[in-house]
């Protein structure tokens, strides 16, 4: 009898956890770029979730403007909750505000940092 409610206890709280999960809108964790970038270094930063049901999907924004990957220059990495976003060999054309936007059946959340290049190489005085 005691296993009986017990299991009906399980079912009863999985499908509860199922219910709250499945309607979880995405809420990104703040994140920011390293401060001192120079040119022609290589930058990454990860956008995660604090919270957030799969399926989700993720896009960038440049400046409010959708980011496509560029060969050798800009690439995402998406796995489970996250996306990074990286940028090979900076130069003044990446200085921008950078959006994550990520997106669910449930809603959207997005987050925007800005991205600052030192201009000049170091050692030049
Ligand atoms: C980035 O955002 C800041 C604050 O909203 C704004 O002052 C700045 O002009 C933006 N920079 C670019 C390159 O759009």
Sequence with gaps: M??????VLLIYTQSLLCLVSSSDPPKIQPF???VNLQVGSPIRVTCGLEKGSPPLTFTWKK???QLKPIPNKVRFLEDEGFVMLEIKR???SDVANYTCVA???AGEDWF???LL???GASGML
């Design 117 to 119: 290049v030192k201009e």
């Design 32 to 34: 920011s770029f390293p």
């Design 2 to 7: 005691a296993a009986k409610l017990g299991v």
């Design 90 to 92: 900076l130069d003044a």
């Design 103 to 105: 997106r669910n059946s």
């Design 112 to 114: 925007t940092s800005h």
């Design 63 to 65: 400046n409010g403007i």
